[in-house]
């Protein structure tokens, strides 16, 4: 066999690098596209229009489109290397948005670039205090995930592995009147009562449960995209799924595909943690997770209308619970006397509030 020499060696090396570095300086490389924005901010208020400046760098070759899009929805297409467009936040509302610019050439090299921001409510939210009505039994076992009025009765979901129910309970002496109990693995969450079924969240499964009604018979389960499942309410036509971020989720009680979202946002930002939900003459009522807020929400535009400061509530009766109580987590409406009511998680009284609204 014949043994080639290390000159031959080294050549051949020399060779294969030249021609790497060849190949490489011959690549054709991406357009960079660079843009301002115009005010210069992260945050702006619903109804200002945005001066987007783009300015797109070439390497090598020629440009063949400019996309812009914003949310992944295409605005505009440009072959000018510099050129602007102006951002309409009426038009995407309020929350966070991507704007995307794609700039491509012709030999089919693209470049991206992306900018967030966050628009923010035009509109100042009502704020409220209450007054208690009236205090009724609770039972303070119960972890209190979803409550719901429905014919005037009212219902009940728990959470916790090993100890999640849906309870049908009497309001007058917080005794249940029928149960169900969830395998021990799942954690139960929200709860809402629609088409003559009761539908039910899990915390961390990504599953969700139908049940009959009159029998509490487990008749199906449903998948969804959050990774995580909190609040649960109805308009009488879609489900409406929070998941602990700013977005609620409206869901089609057939299909059980996206009808579409909003994002939860005040004057001043975009608000997380959005947890349990009721539907109440026309807007959803939610509290925040870990603090003694209700917020009321449009739910066509996401923008927050009313603030309620519930602070004192669960102060009002931890002097006299022996075992530790947690947060506010549970509204109900009853659209029959159109009565509100909270609760929380552990807590052994239920409160029937009345809003109160403070001067301005």
């Not at 043994?3 to 960079?32: D, G, Y």
């Not at 628009?119 to 205090?129: E, M, N």
């Not at 989720?249 to 959005?274: G, L």
């Amino acid at each position: 066999m014949r043994r080639i020499t290390l000159p031959l060696l080294s050549i051949l090396f020399a060779l294969t690098v030249f021609m790497n570095c060849a190949q490489s300086n011959s690549r054709s490389r991406r357009p960079v596209t660079s843009f301002q924005l115009d005010p210069q901010k992260k945050s702006y208020k619903l109804g200002i229009d945005i001066n987007v400046n783009l300015q797109t760098k070439l390497k090598d070759g020629s440009i063949d489109q400019i996309e812009i899009s914003v949310d992944g929805k295409h605005i505009t297409t440009s072959k000018i290397l510099t050129n602007s467009f102006i951002y309409k936040t009426t038009y995407f509302g309020v929350g966070k948005h991507i704007i995307k610019v794609t700039a491509t050439k012709t030999d089919g090299v693209s470049g991206d670039n992306y900018e967030e921001i966050f628009v923010t409510s035009d509109r100042k939210p009502t704020q409220y205090t209450y007054q208690v009505v009236a205090v009724y039994p609770h039972d303070a076992a119960r972890f209190t995930q979803g409550l719901e009025f429905h014919d005037n009765v009212l219902y009940e979901g728990t959470g916790q592995e090993k100890s999640s129910f849906i309870f049908q309970t009497e309001l007058k002496t917080g005794k249940k009147t029928k149960e169900y109990k969830l395998e021990d693995q799942y954690f139960g969450e929200g709860i809402t009562i629609l088409n003559n079924k009761i539908f039910e969240l899990t915390y961390k499964h990504q599953i969700g449960f139908i049940y009959d009604l009159n029998t509490f018979k487990l008749l199906n389960t449903w998948k969804y995209k959050s990774r995580e499942g909190w609040g649960l309410t109805n308009d009488g036509h879609s489900l409406i799924m929070s998941d602990g971020t700013e977005n609620v989720y409206f869901i089609n009680p057939d299909t059980f595909q996206e009808e579409r979202k909003i994002q939860v946002c005040n004057e001043y930002n975009i608000v997380k943690n959005i947890n349990e939900l009721e539907y109440i003459k026309g807007e959803i009522w939610a509290n925040i997770w870990q603090t003694d807020n209700l917020v009321i929400i449009d739910p066509k535009t996401g923008k927050i209308t009313g603030e309620v400061n519930l602070a004192g509530l669960s102060g009002s009766i931890v002097q006299s619970q022996e075992e530790q109580m947690d947060v506010l987590n549970g509204i109900a409406w009853n659209p029959i006397t159109d009565k509100i009511y909270v609760t929380g998680k552990w807590w052994p009284k239920l409160f029937e509030i009345k809003l109160i609204q403070k001067d301005n």
